[in-house]
């Protein structure tokens, strides 16, 4: 009876020690543990290279954004600046074709000044009288001739500046050779025109000399 006890108890032990189950059931409860371990670690990986790739996207975006500002501020000034230009060069065309003719009309002055002292100089009652016929031609033409030129001028905008007695003494049209008191006129107002001016399509082109009434 006692033997057989003994006999037991040995295979009891032999089927514990060579049972697959319960040897396989410890090294697999170990790797599991060792995955769940490495799963995590794996996931603060990869949150923090998420991190890392954001911070670096949101530095370039900003560096893109303060190009894109500089690239457009840029277009905008020289666009302006295109603008200007192609204003400034169409007042040049047009003030070349306003006042082109500047130098050619201020040499014709001179002839359209000694025309009218011509015509001032011969009396009239010279002129009413038929005692010297030809003197009247020759004035009847020198008028006309002073007429025909000023319709050229009127034609291409040159204009007679000829201020009336009274008339307020402007800067811009008259120059003053001398100042003044005159018998009923008003201080600052031209007294006497000496020489007329002319004005080219509202420019003045020579202003009119004239004597300026003052205070007595």
């Known amino acids: 009876m006692a033997s057989w006890c003994v006999r037991a108890v040995k295979q009891s032990y032999s089927v514990v020690v060579s049972s697959p189950a319960i040897i396989r059931a410890s090294p697999r409860l170990l790797c599991t543990a060792a995955q769940q371990k490495s799963g995590q670690g794996s996931e603060e990986d990869q949150n923090a290279e998420q991190s890392a790739a954001e911070k670096v996207l949101a530095e370039e975006k900003g560096q893109l954004e303060e190009q894109l500002k500089e690239v457009t501020d840029k277009y905008k000034r020289a666009l302006a600046d295109t603008e200007n230009l192609r204003t400034r060069s169409q007042k040049m065309v047009e003030d070349t074709k306003l006042y082109g003719i500047q ?16 015509t001032e100089s011969v009396p009239s009652e010279e002129v009413s009288s038929q005692k010297n016929p030809h003197l009247k031609n020759l004035y009847d033409g020198l ?36 100042h003044a008191p005159v018998e009923g006129k008003e201080p600052g107002t031209v007294a006497i025109v000496t020489k007329v001016g002319y004005k080219l399509h509202g420019r003045t082109l020579r202003p009119a000399l004239v004597g300026v009434a003052k205070a007595p």
């Open 103 to 118: 130098g050619f009309c201020k040499d014709l002055l001179e002839v359209a000044d000694i025309l009218e002292k011509a």
């Open 143 to 178: 008028v006309m001739t002073d007429k025909q030129i000023q319709k050229v001028f009127t034609k291409h905008g040159l204009v007679k500046l000829n201020p009336d007695g009274g008339q307020k003494f402007d800067p811009y049209e008259h120059e003053a050779l001398f």
